[in-house]
């Protein structure tokens, strides 16, 4: 075993990227972290980190959807006996997966973390499936070959390891995950609110999965409130993006914002913090990390309440979070109302989850799994 550890690091480009480079500087200086950042088609938030962190880690940039990247992350692999230890940080990699099965001895000692309802298979999600068409059998059948044979399945919930298993009938053990919030410890940021209106957030991404314009119609009994309805959908499916914009200027009017520029991790966190209420309708594994950091916000969350999440956060974890099928039949006043004790609560629980010593324990745990 080496004097000097080295983890390669497979990461999609994401706001957590950032967040998650400072964390491995400050907490984990003693290892060699390398980096293949895949760009995921999003904010070019790969080429900007690289700039900012090019000289205190080796990164690479490699595209998911380009075939001509695939001997360059073979390549890599093939090297893989330079690295103590693998990790894919979720699995968006459409053709490298060809890389990957030339490369099963590296699948074997890597750990694969699910980071949302797509890891699970590609044709829950509509979009994806229309997408590869008559390749999306060959897509599904590597899928099929290659996640059933990774060492460790890293899961934020439960839910995703028993889906994985379903699916894929894994072998791998499951390890605990999760991923680094830093930038909302910011000083400048506020959660002052704006009281001659309610700032509410529908969905999170531009996926039919995740059920937009259903949450927009039960919303539509407040279009005449004081209301505004912000719509995150800087990623996702373009035809579905589009509907969701004409019909929320359908119901809402100038009362609907579309967001379709990728925003910053602080300005996402500015974002979230000027909302009164957050209404996450998926029925999936999705958007996490906009749940985590309304939760940090002390923000009103509506959930799914026949969804994963839902199951997760307000029934095995406790949280104080509120059922979408309840709108209907409340008022707006009972709407908009949160409890300050039970907001804070829900605030004082998370942040203990982003306590170092509770991060580093899960990260301990992936990483210092050390395999020659």
């Not at 460790?152 to 991923?179: N, Q």
């Not at 997760?312 to 059922?323: A, L, P, R």
């Not at 039970?342 to 799994?369: C, G, H, P, Q």
Request: charged share 25%; aromatic share 14%; proline share 3%.
């Amino acid at each position: 075993m080496r004097d000097v550890k080295r983890i390669l690091h497979i990461f999609p480009e994401s706001m957590q990227l950032e967040q998650f480079l400072i964390f491995m500087e400050k907490e984990y200086p003693d290892i060699v972290h390398d980096f293949i950042v895949t760009d995921i088609g999003g904010s070019g938030e790969a080429t900007r980190i690289k700039e900012c962190f090019y000289d205190k880690y080796d990164i690479m940039n490699i595209s998911t959807f380009s075939l001509k990247d695939v001997p360059v992350l073979y390549k890599r692999l093939r090297n893989s006996k330079a690295y103590d230890n693998i990790i894919f940080h979720s699995l968006y990699l459409n053709y490298l997966l060809i890389a990957l099965l030339l490369n099963m001895k590296v699948v074997r000692r890597a750990t694969f973390i699910i980071w949302g309802v797509q890891d699970g298979g590609p044709f829950v999600v509509p979009e994806t499936k229309r997408r590869y068409r008559a390749f999306g059998w060959l897509y599904e059948k590597l899928r099929s070959v290659v996640i059933p044979e990774f060492k460790y399945i890293g899961t934020m919930i439960e839910a995703d390891y028993d889906k994985a298993t379903a699916l894929y009938k894994v072998k791998g053990a499951r390890k605990k995950s999760g991923y680094i919030l830093g930038t909302f410890d910011d000083p400048g940021i506020t959660d002052k609110k704006n009281k001659n209106r309610i700032n509410v957030q529908v969905g999170h991404a531009g996926y039919k999965l995740t059920c937009v314009i259903e949450a927009l119609e039960v919303l539509s009994k407040f279009k005449d409130e004081h209301i505004r309805i912000y719509s995150p959908l800087s990623y996702g499916d373009d035809l579905y993006i589009k509907e969701v914009i004409k019909r929320g200027k359908e119901i809402f009017g100038s009362k609907f914002y579309p967001i379709t520029r990728q925003m910053s991790g602080e300005n996402f966190a500015k974002f979230i913090s000027s909302m009164d209420v957050f209404v996450h309708n998926a029925p999936g594994q999705m958007g996490l990390a906009n749940v985590d950091t309304h939760l940090l916000f002390k923000n009103k969350i509506y959930l799914n309440d026949n969804g994963v999440v839902y199951n997760d956060y307000g029934t095995k974890q406790g949280y104080h979070v509120s059922k979408v099928s309840d709108i209907q039949s409340r008022s707006f006043e009972d709407f908009v109302y949160y409890s300050p004790g039970e907001a804070e609560e829900n605030k004082t629980k998370f942040s203990s989850m982003l306590d170092v010593d509770n991060l580093r324990a899960i990260w301990d745990n992936i990483l210092l799994d050390l395999t020659v």
